[in-house]
Structure formats: C-alpha cells, structure tokens
C-alpha cells in the first residue's frame, strides 16, 4: 500500500487513523482558541472538513476554499458542501480592515503563494484583529517521512505522505513573516508526537508519547499551532467613556490689579451699575 491515499488530497487524509489523529488535536486547540476571541465578522480559509469557526460567538462567519489554479487537488475537491464562498486566497472578497478574525488551517501549505494570502489577511483583518494559523512541522518524524516519500516520489517508486502539501514552512519562519507584517505573535504550541502509523493499535500503543514530547521534546510535534494580532503603529484604541467627569465649578473668580483692587467680571459689573 502506498503511503498516500492515490488521487485523493489532504482531505481524506484525513480520514486515515493517524490523520484522524491529528485533526483530532487541531480541533481542540480551535475550539479552545476562538471561543474567546470577539467581534462581528470571522473566515476560515481552506480546508472546510476542519470547522474552525464552530466554537466562535460572532453574528457573521465564512468558509472560503480556494479557486487558485495553482492550488492543490485538496482544495479544489473540498468546495461543495462546507465551503461558503469560493475565491483566490491571494484576493480575498473583502474590503480593508473589515474582519475581526481569520483562520488559515493549514491554508498557507496548500497555496501556491503563501506570502500573498498572508499580506492579504493583513489587508482584511481590523487593527488588533487575530490570525490563527496551524501547520504541519518540518523538525518533526512526520516532517522527515514527508520529505522521504517526496525523494521516493521524484524517483518514481511512491507517493507523498502528506497528500498535496509540496512544502511546509517552518514555526521560527513563519514567525518572521508574521513579524515583517506587523504581526505580534500572541501564543503558539506544537503537537502529536506519536510516530504516523497507519495501524489504529499501534498508534494507541504510542500515546505515552503526547505527554513525553511535551514534556521532553516540545518543538519537534508533527504540527504547530499559533495565535497573532495585527498591529497598527501610531493607533491607539479608546475604550468606551464609563464615567463621565464632574462638571467643573463655574464660580466666578476674582483677579486683583496692579493698584490691588478686584477686577471684576462683566456681568458683575453690569450687576454694580443697576444698583
């Protein structure tokens, strides 16, 4: 059996008892992740057998699968059902500064252009709007099967592990793109650290290996996850007036001249003459 599903992309993938495995964890960290994150309009881009948005309370969310020519077979094959809208990553549908949070579930492997889906989540996201992004681990022994099967594939003797990702983009790398986007990484976390096997009893039989790897290895999880907020310089965001100042005495105040009388104000001085 090859090591990929043939002609299926990442999404049955991750029907796979170790893809099952991994989605599994990513779902967690999800749920756990946007359920405090607040405001009007969400989008998940890419990969709509993960429901990125389930746990998020805001009135407006999407799901967007890519229509890139360049895009994998993953993409392109997971656009009936889920998937709200269909549209280039590298040209979102929506205007400047008008969402509060975008989640890219392993969106940036499967473009062919990371670096133009995440200058345009910059363009979209509010100031002090949030990117999550999850990926796969290059230092990881799922990172070094990938890159095995991918040297057995270019000899003609198999198929990629890692159905349609042809790169992975590394934590400390995707960390400085992030930086030169003016982007503050908030939190970030790795995960499953069990070998991928495909046999669902010896997977099991490596649990042990979750708790030791974040323990004793933690950098080197088959997938990485990362929280970031967009930041804006020379903004400053007010919060709402709760209380409002005191009214300011409006007493009238007597000012002495130089020949030492009081100077008075002119309605005082009306007030004087009437008398």
């Known amino acids: 059996m090859s090591e990929a599903i043939v002609g299926s992309g990442l999404q049955d993938w991750f029907q796979t008892p170790h893809g099952a495995y991994l989605l599994d964890w990513e779902r967690a960290q999800l749920d756990g992740v946007v359920a405090d994150i607040f405001g009007f ?3 998940q881009l890419g990969l709509p057998v993960l429901d990125a948005l389930k746990s998020n309370r805001m009135p407006h969310r999407w799901i967007a699968a890519s229509d890139d020519a360049g895009a994998t077979s993953a993409a392109s094959s997971q656009v009936p059902q889920a998937a709200h809208l269909v549209c280039d990553f590298a040209a979102l549908p929506f205007p400047a500064n008008s969402l509060d949070l975008v989640v890219l579930p392993h969106a940036l492997e499967l473009h062919a252009d ?25 230092v990881s022994l799922w990172g070094l099967r990938q890159r095995r099967a991918q040297l057995r594939q270019r000899l003609g003797l198999g198929d990629p592990f890692l159905a349609g990702i042809d790169q992975m983009i590394g934590y ?15 939190s970030g976390r790795f995960g499953c650290y069990r070998p991928a096997l495909t046999a669902p ?3 099991d039989r490596f649990e042990w ?4 790897g974040a323990r004793w290895w ?29 009214a300011r005495a409006s007493a009238p105040v007597s000012i ?7 100077r008075q104000r002119p309605h005082d001085l009306q007030s004087g003459v009437d008398d």
Do not use: Q
């Open 218 to 246: 933690p950098i080197f999880g088959a997938v990485y996850f990362l929280v970031a907020v967009k930041r804006v310089r020379g903004m400053r965001l007010l919060g709402p007036a709760w209380k409002s100042g005191h």
């Open 256 to 262: 002495a001249n130089r020949s030492g009388a009081k």
């Open 41 to 43: 309009h969400a989008l």
């Open 201 to 203: 009893h010896w997977l």
């Open 209 to 212: 290996m979750d708790r030791a």
């Open 172 to 186: 400390w790398r995707l960390r400085d793109w992030l930086r030169l986007l003016s982007f503050e990484v908030e």
């Open 114 to 138: 990371p670096h133009a889906t995440l200058r345009e989540v910059e363009r979209v996201l509010v100031p002090e709007g949030r990117v999550v992004i999850s990926a796969m681990n290059p």
